[in-house]
Nanobody, 116 residues
């Protein structure tokens, strides 16, 4: 069973930076197609933040382009560097793992709050 362990997040002032980490277990390396982050703010749908594929191709949500950077530290660990944070970035951030077969894996979520 895929397990995703998230860390980082917290409270920061607007314009500040935070870093999120996600480590996967319970899945073989060759089955991991992509890892990354989604987020969900109160009353809104879950949306893409950033993904990185096994081949290193990255994909970012429009609202975070130029401010967030995702990196793949190993086959099953990713880091999300979030810069110039805005109050609209306040949300629960979920780590996501996409496999070659089987359903996606999801973390339990970590809260990011940006104070104005």
């Amino acid at each position: 069973q895929v397990q995703l362990r998230e860390s980082g997040g917290g409270l920061v002032q607007a314009g500040g930076s935070l870093r999120l980490y996600c480590v996967a277990s319970g899945v073989i390396t060759s089955a991991v197609n992509a890892m990354g982050w989604y987020r969900q703010a109160p009353g809104k749908q879950r949306e893409l933040v950033a993904l990185v594929s096994r081949g290193g191709i990255t994909n970012y949500g429009e609202s975070v382009k130029g401010r967030f950077v995702i990196s793949r530290d190993s086959a099953k660990k990713v880091t999300l560097q979030m810069n110039n944070l805005k109050p609209d970035d306040t949300a629960v951030y979920y780590c996501n793992l996409q496999r070659s077969t089987g359903p996606d894996g999801w973390g339990q979520g970590t809260q990011v709050t940006v104070a104005s």
